[in-house]
């Protein structure tokens, strides 16, 4: 089984917006299934990489194994340069940076969803205060300031279950009935 940190709230907007051009992302994004063109948040490629931060659910420290930054996006190229943007995401507790990815070939005909591996989350301290930002990298030479678009129709962090911790309720229970047999 697996937990997932969703979107729960806007930390920082930047100059993305909601598919209407409004100020909430989170609820564009934080979909167990992604629909696509139906909500989604976005920016344009105006000469300059443009962030948003949006804060996790929390999730319990997962058991070991690998977790994973999931995501669906699109792109446009709007002057036919071969030179879109790129997408990065970082996982953030707090302030730091505890993973990060660079998509350089986000698709520019349909919405695909991507996802990175995150072999060693032992960094992490507080599975409570995860959040996950978000930036479009300018586009280079031609494409820089082109107009294109980036488009993230959702984000998430996907863990192992939480840790058991194990359990003496099977050994203890045992004990207590051999006594009572003795």
Do not use: H
């Not at 997932?4 to 989170?26: C, E, I, V």
């Not at 995401?89 to 940076?97: A, C, F, I, P």
């Amino acid at each position: 089984m697996a937990q997932f940190a969703r979107p729960d709230a806007d930390d920082t907007d930047g100059n993305w917006t909601d598919k209407s051009g409004g100020s909430t992302l989170y609820t564009s994004i934080d979909e167990s299934s992604a629909d696509d063109d139906t909500t989604y948040i976005k920016v344009s490629d105006n000469g300059s990489s443009e962030a948003c931060i949006v804060r996790l659910s929390d999730v319990s420290a997962p058991d070991s194994g690998n977790s994973y930054i999931k995501y669906k996006a699109l792109t446009s190229d709007n002057a036919w340069t071969g030179d879109p943007p790129d997408l990065k995401l970082e996982l953030l507790q707090g302030s730091s940076v505890k993973a990060t990815t660079t998509n350089s070939s986000v698709n520019t005909s349909s919405w695909t969803a991507y996802s990175y591996t995150i072999s060693d989350t032992s960094g992490i301290s507080d599975w409570t205060d995860l959040k996950m930002r978000i930036t479009m990298l300018a586009g280079s030479g031609g494409g820089m300031g082109a107009g294109d678009e980036m488009k993230v129709t959702q984000v998430y962090l996907e863990t192992p279950d939480a840790s058991s911790g194990g359990s003496d309720a099977v050994p203890i229970a045992l004990n207590t009935y051999r006594q009572m047999r003795a």
